[in-house]
């Protein structure tokens, strides 16, 4: 049994959110998802997700390539994670490119390529100008 573990705030659910999801869960068996906490997004973007964090991790639960989902409350224990769920590989969007490498010791670090054009950001600007 392969387990790929991934991490992201996954707020205002997309397109982009789901293609990285289920190329992670084609790497292995399960897929165990650490869902940021509002708290930490606090920290990271100053800001509140428009999502909070019980509806983002109740969202990512039912989606079908997803076995898991947890709360993570802080960008240093991904070590602490990767032990605690037994995962093989660490996926994360190539916009985190380099910042895990030092995990490799713990299993395989693997990046994956963005989605183009969409994101969180872009979906809230689109709104706000409608
Ligand atoms: N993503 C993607 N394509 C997009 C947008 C996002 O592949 N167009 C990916 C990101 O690369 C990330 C995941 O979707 O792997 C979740 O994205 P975010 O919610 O933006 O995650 P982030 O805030 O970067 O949190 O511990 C790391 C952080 O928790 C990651």
Redesign the pocket.
């Known amino acids: 049994m392969k387990t790929i573990i ?6 205002v659910f ?1 397109v ?2 789901l ?2 999801l289920r190329r992670a869960k084609m790497l292995g068996d399960r897929l165990v998802v ?1 869902i ?1 906490s509002d708290a ?2 606090m920290k ?2 100053a800001r509140l997700p428009v999502y909070l964090q019980n509806e983002r991790m109740e969202i990512i639960e039912a989606l079908r390539c997803v076995d898991e989902v947890f709360v ?1 409350e802080s ?1 240093e224990l ?1 070590a602490d994670y990767i032990r605690q769920f037994n995962a093989q590989t660490l ?6 490119r380099g910042k895990f490498d030092h995990l490799a010791p713990l299993c395989e670090v693997v990046y ?9 950001t872009s979906i809230i600007e689109t709104i706000k100008i409608r």
């Open positions: 991934t991490f992201g705030t996954f707020d997309h982009g959110h293609n990285i650490g940021s930490l997004n990271k973007k993570e960008l991904k996926v994360m969007g190539d916009d985190w994956l390529t963005r989605t183009p054009t969409i994101s969180t």
